[in-house]
């Protein structure tokens, strides 16, 4: 389960290589983005071996080979991104549950669930289409 406002490396790779995936016009291969992000090309194939489980890309061999989308840019978040790599994220933060907790209030206050919602928000409306590349 991942915890608020933590997003992995695994995370941010998917995201940057999905990205680029996205608005290249031929496949892309591991070493390729490798080069462009200046990222392990170890890290970056057992990254895209995770998001081809999921149907998000797929991959050709051979020397034009490389990764494709199969999902529309349009129709994938960057929050949908990383609970495919570091599973749901849960807003609860605290080890105790509600009804085990000697506090009367949460001593981490009602921000945090509050900037959550504003995290899950922002994220889950900003979609690999609106990431653009320099």
Avoid: W
């Amino acid at each position: 389960m991942a915890k608020l406002f933590n997003i992995s490396e695994a995370s941010n790779i998917a995201v940057h290589t999905l990205a680029l995936i996205s608005a290249s016009d031929r496949p892309l291969n591991t070493g390729k983005l490798s080069e462009m992000l200046g990222l392990s090309r170890n890290h970056i194939a057992k990254v895209l071996q995770t998001l081809t489980r999921y149907g998000i890309v797929t991959s050709d061999r051979g020397p034009k080979g490389g990764f494709t989308m199969l999902v529309k840019p349009d129709e994938i978040s960057v929050f949908e991104i990383c609970e495919l790599i570091d599973g749901k994220f849960e807003p609860e933060h605290c080890r105790r549950h509600k009804n085990e907790c000697p506090f009367e209030v949460c001593v981490y206050g009602p921000e945090r669930q509050r900037l959550f919602e504003d995290f899950k928000h922002y994220y889950s409306n900003r979609k690999l289409s609106h990431l653009k590349i320099a």
